[in-house]
């Protein structure tokens, strides 16, 4: 791996946590409903811009939600360049993904785990696993 990917690896993967942070606590925005997730963070080689890309469960309407992430963007970036030192704090570019609506869509499909669900569960958690998500359980 080049030098310059494993950095900007490591800066995406700051960027990703920066911004969850700044959406969970500090972010003030009535548009912005739901529980959002960051799910990836892309981040150009010149540091100038960078995707967010994001997972919206619950909301309102997501299409207000993504309109108040990119009004609330200067907000975050601000706060971004505030906790993450570099030159040049990305202008940030907010994009929904829907991988992980579809994957809870998909689980809806299953009602309880028994023997039979059980493999279909496990692909689940393993596809959730692969996008780095955080996996909570609660048993009824």
Do not use: W
Not at 48 to 71: D, F, P, Q, R
Not at 118 to 127: A, K, L, N, S, T
Request: charged letters at 30%.
């Amino acid at each position: 791996m080049p030098k310059n990917e494993a950095r900007l690896n490591r800066v995406n993967e700051e960027l990703k946590k920066e911004i969850s942070h700044v959406l969970t606590f500090e972010l003030k925005n009535s548009k912005v409903t739901g529980l959002i997730s960051v799910t990836k963070a892309k981040i150009t080689p010149d540091f100038k811009y960078a995707k967010i890309y994001v997972s919206i469960l619950n909301s309102k309407s997501i299409g207000k939600t993504m309109e108040g992430l990119k009004e609330s963007s200067g907000f975050i970036r601000s706060q971004v360049a505030k906790n993450i030192n570099l030159r040049i704090t990305p202008e940030l570019i907010f994009e929904l993904d829907d991988s992980l609506e579809a994957i809870v869509f998909s689980m809806r499909g299953v009602p309880s785990i028994d023997d039979s669900g059980i493999h279909e569960f496990f692909d689940i958690v393993d596809r959730l696993k692969a996008q780095n998500c955080i996996i909570k359980f609660s048993i009824i």
